[in-house]
């Protein structure tokens, strides 16, 4: 009953026949003596059949074993479900993003030689799993059959140091997770240890965060503190992005706007389709890890495995590109990324916000205060408030800047990738800019749409001989309609706090930071200094 109910909530159809047959914790040689443990979930009959990889570090218990084993066999798909290394029982240490690759080809050439398999292995997964996809599948000489790549992407570098800040809220909340998920009454809901893992966030210097949020050092931490810095290299094995245009595997994606790996999961599917390799993507209105994106991403994957390895190619009838029009309610196909827009630059001016070229202005002015970092609300987050909140209790601060425009007098619809120019100074050198775009209803409530960050630092490239620095920053892609009566807003500031690390105003690594100086930034929008964001402008 369990799992006709599964699947009638996930849409898909009623399985048949017998159930599964599961094998559990098969030891998995790898190169270097150490055994992984993983279950084997096999579709009745003797023949050798196709397998799907799965590589988890959560354990395969509970709901991963519920939905990517039984769930994916029951629909026909032999699936084998590994602990990567150091996780639930399989030997080794831990250590994420760095040891992936080997693992992960040592485990595909054993599937390989196994008598029930007939030599064909697909992978599948989401986040961490697809991380262990990327980490495997552009390595092998013989092509895996399909990849099935959710809310993920072929290098987690820019995610953990976007804009060059190492991303605090979601690194403390990840490690927070791994450091405990093996202990008693982990997978159980626990506000208490939610709230005592926020207030980590605030822990200073950094690298003490892990042990303010659970009472002991999680190495990942350690490790993403320790490297934030420019021109450290201690990441690169896990940056699989060099290998994506080469890649022959066919793809299918599924992810989020408010996704933590939007932008680098749509800079991969750019790259594959520049490349011919005829990916496709759905991106929808959630969150990383949002319950609601379950349905999309299971269909998807159980429908582009079918395709690939029992000849069901129903599933393939779809466009390369369907997204979600955020504000109207509305799903739309293309067969690009991103579909053609105009790109129209709205110039910041006092106060406002205007597609008019830039009048003579005097710069505004704020002071960025460590001790006082400027909090931030909603966006791509891995835990706490997610997606679009109220912006109202940021917005009266003295330390953000605000440029609102007119009343719109029809739809606007903003489909593509979002940058913006901002012409900055700070008495410092360094200082983090942060812009928010923004909606703002009839009401005056003023919600996230998208945003973007970048520090500065003394020396950096773009600056003049008066100190003024063309701080170009990127903002998550969006596909949002701002409707009939609303306005645009912009938000500038000097940090979003605890999202992103707060800036000390000095040169003191952020692994160890505790002090720090105030900044006063000045932010120009004169025709000397055009500052602007640019919007990509949908048709229809």
Known sequence: MLDRLLDRYLGLPPAEGPAPSVTKAIPVPMPDGVRLLADRYAVPGDEPRPVVLIRTPYGRKGVMGKIFGETFARHGLQVVL?????????GGEFRPFHLEKEDGLATVAWLRDQPWCDGRVAM???????????????????????LCLGVTASEFVSTFYPGGILAVDNMVSWSALIGRQEGRFAGLPNPWQTKKTRRAMAHLPVSGADVAAIGKQVRFLQDVSRHAEPGDDFWAPSDHSAEVAALRTPVSMVTGWYDLFISAQLRDFKELAAAGREPRITIGPWAHGEPASLKTLITDQIGFLSAHLLGDRAPLRQSPVRLYLQGSGRWLDSESWPPESDAIPYFLRPGGLSVADPVESKPGTFTFDPADPTPTVGGPLLSGVQKQQDNKEVEERRDVLLFTGDVLERDLDVIGEISAL??????????????????????????NVTDGVLRLRPGGPGSDVDGVVAAEILLDPTAYRFRRGHRLRVQVAGGAFPRFARNHGTDEPVFSAVDGKPARFEIFHDPAHPSRITLPVFAG
């Open 82 to 90: 590994q602990s990567t290394r150091g996780t639930f029982g399989s």
């Open 124 to 146: 599948a997964g989401a986040s961490y799993l697809g991380h262990t996809q990327w980490a495997v599948a552009p390595y092998l000489d013989e092509p895996l059959e399909a």
């Open 422 to 447: 901002v012409h900055v100074r700070t008495d410092l050198g360094h200082g983090d800019v942060f812009v928010r775009l923004c909606d703002v209803d009839r009401r005056g409530v003023s919600r």
